[in-house]
Every structure is written in structure tokens, then in C-alpha cells.
Nanobody, 127 residues
Framework: QVQLVESGGGLVQPGGSLTVSCVVS????????MGWFRQAPEKEREFVSA????????YYGGSVKGRFTISRDDSKNTVYLQMNSLKSEDTAIYYC????????????????????WGQGTQVTISS
């Protein structure tokens, strides 16, 4: 059974930084394509970032590109999302996800590509 446990969310001022983590059990991150989605109140789920199973390729949503960085630590079986220059519109619940298989044809953008979701961690950007 695959379990994803996110942590590291919290309240941050605009312009600040935060790193959220996702500890994975039941699947090896070093051989898994993975990603992050977020959902703000009354909004649809939004793709944030993904990383290929090799770890060599990262993908980002347009609203976070240049500000967020996805990474992983294979020794800890953990995936991270480092978020810089945070804005109020980044406020959301952030979910860690595992992909059913390696990404192709841009399918990293759609929720149906992923088979396991964490419970989410709340990130709030406010002064």
C-alpha cells in the first residue's frame, strides 16, 4: 500500500519562502514519476510541478515557473517542493502525488495520470 505524507505547510508572508515535503512509503521515489498539485478554496485542482522517474526532468505550471523547485532525496524516499517569492494566490492545500507510469505527451498536467494522493498540507500566504 502506497502512502504519501506531506508536511511543512504553514503561514508565510508575501515574498517569503517555504519548503513542503512528501515522505513516501510503499513505492520507491527513485523509480517513480511524481508531482505536486494544489487546490485553493472554490477553485479547481491545479498542476504545480512534476519530476520524471529518472529525476532528470522537472515540469512546472505557468504560475509557479521560476519561483518553485521540485526535488527529491532518494535516500529518504522524499520529494520536496521549494517555494520562493510566494504570493497570496499561492494559498492552497498542496498535494503530493505518484504517477501510474512515466510521463509522456504532457500528461503530467492532468490528475488522471496519478494514482496515489497524499492528504495535503495547507500553505497560506498572508501579511
Amino acid at each position: 500500500q502506497v502512502q504519501l505524507v506531506e508536511s511543512g505547510g504553514g503561514l508565510v508572508q508575501p515574498g517569503g519562502s517555504l519548503t513542503v515535503s512528501c515522505v513516501v512509503s510503499g513505492r520507491t521515489v527513485s523509480s517513480s514519476a511524481m508531482g505536486w498539485f494544489r487546490q485553493a478554496p472554490e477553485k479547481e485542482r491545479e498542476f504545480v510541478s512534476a519530476i520524471s522517474s529518472t529525476g532528470r526532468t522537472a515540469y512546472y505550471g505557468g504560475s509557479v515557473k521560476g519561483r518553485f523547485t521540485i526535488s527529491r532525496d532518494d535516500s529518504k524516499n522524499t520529494v520536496y517542493l521549494q517555494m520562493n517569492s510566494l504570493k497570496s494566490e499561492d494559498t492552497a492545500i498542496y498535494y503530493c502525488v505518484t504517477a501510474k507510469s512515466e510521463f509522456y505527451s504532457g500528461n503530467y498536467l492532468v490528475p488522471q495520470t496519478y494514482d496515489n494522493w497524499g492528504q495535503g498540507t495547507q500553505v497560506t500566504i498572508s501579511s
